[in-house]
């Protein structure tokens, strides 16, 4: 058991020790709002988009490719949303706090988080495969996300070409787009280009975590409401329980459940307080949920590695 702890801790506290990092860089203002905002955009649209080209780029499809799993993701992501939707009905009136709970509840952030994990408990193979998982979730978490923040308030029909362009022109998209011929193709790029780009990828984890842990806010943790408690336990304690047995159940084990559990387990995605703000949600509540999950991970996950690892299962 001691040496599973020693395990865990050594997959876990990287992470979210960078995610400090960030949050006491901007204690201290070592950084700032807006160093946040630019290292965010920087990541978001050049060395996040570039890490995920050359991973991809440089998969064999064939062999890690696997429909079913994808199918069962994508199914464990569509259940959920809805019923968290469907059970809010009666409990929450207010469209822009609706919006807000759902999105926080069901969408979590896979893209950075997520894939540091995973770097950190398979290595480079799993790493691989996760991020071909990470191309599939993205348009459907922007679709869903779409659709619970516009549908509550009411405002008419969805603009489904509108909502469609800004999906495809997302430059994680786009670089998933760029890069399946060369994997499907087994294509070369040339070594000037890898070693660029290396250098770029190399910059997105770690410069993301710190932007985390910038743009935490423990002061709100005072003022955080019943709706975003509930909608964060709903996000990283009972949706990973639930839904890792069930692809547990279904015979995945080892590396593809523990990427599934990841995938599950991760904390409320960032940009669900951007749309948020951007579409006229409850934003305060948002990024609420957002802070409550991204420091209640810290154990949950570790719990849920260390039990998986424990029985055998990672």
């Not at 990470?134 to 922007?142: I, R, S, V």
Request: aromatic residues 12%.
């Amino acid at each position: 058991m001691f040496e599973n702890i020693i395990f865990t801790a050594n997959i876990v506290a990287p992470v979210f020790l960078i995610i400090a990092v960030g949050y006491f860089a901007k204690r201290m203002k070592i950084i700032n709002e807006v160093f946040v905002e630019v290292t965010s955009r920087l990541v978001f649209q050049i060395s996040l988009p570039v890490f995920i080209f050359l991973e991809i780029a440089e998969l064999d499809l064939s062999q890690v490719l696997e429909l079913k799993q994808i199918a069962y993701i994508y199914a464990a992501t569509i259940i959920p949303y809805l019923l968290i939707w469907f059970g809010t009905i009666p409990f929450i009136k207010n469209p822009k706090d609706k919006s807000a709970f759902v999105q926080g509840a069901f969408r979590g952030n896979y893209a950075i988080v997520g894939l540091a994990l995973i770097s950190n408990l398979f290595g480079g193979e799993a790493l691989g495969k996760a991020t071909l998982i990470l191309a599939f979730l993205l348009p459907l978490y922007n679709v869903l996300a779409v659709i619970v923040l516009v549908v509550p308030k009411h405002q008419g029909k969805i603009n489904f070409k509108s909502i469609f362009l800004e999906i495809l022109l997302n430059p994680l998209i786009l670089a998933v787009v760029f890069a399946l011929p060369l994997s499907y193709f087994k294509l070369k790029l040339p070594e000037m280009f890898i070693s660029t780009g290396n250098y770029l990828a190399d910059l997105a984890l770690p410069l993301a975590l710190v932007g985390i842990g910038g743009s935490l806010n423990m002061e709100n943790l005072k003022r955080a409401s019943t709706l975003a408690f509930t909608a964060s336990i709903i996000k990283i304690v009972i949706l990973p329980i639930i839904l890792t047995i069930g692809a547990y159940l279904l015979g995945y084990v080892m590396d593809d459940l523990g990427i599934m559990f990841i995938v599950f387990a991760c904390p409320t995605a960032i940009a669900s307080f951007v749309m948020a703000d951007a579409m006229g949600a409850n934003s305060k509540l948002a990024g609420n949920i957002i802070m409550l999950t991204t420091l209640g991970s810290v154990f949950t996950i570790a719990i849920g590695i260390l039990l998986l690892k424990s029985f055998g299962l990672i």
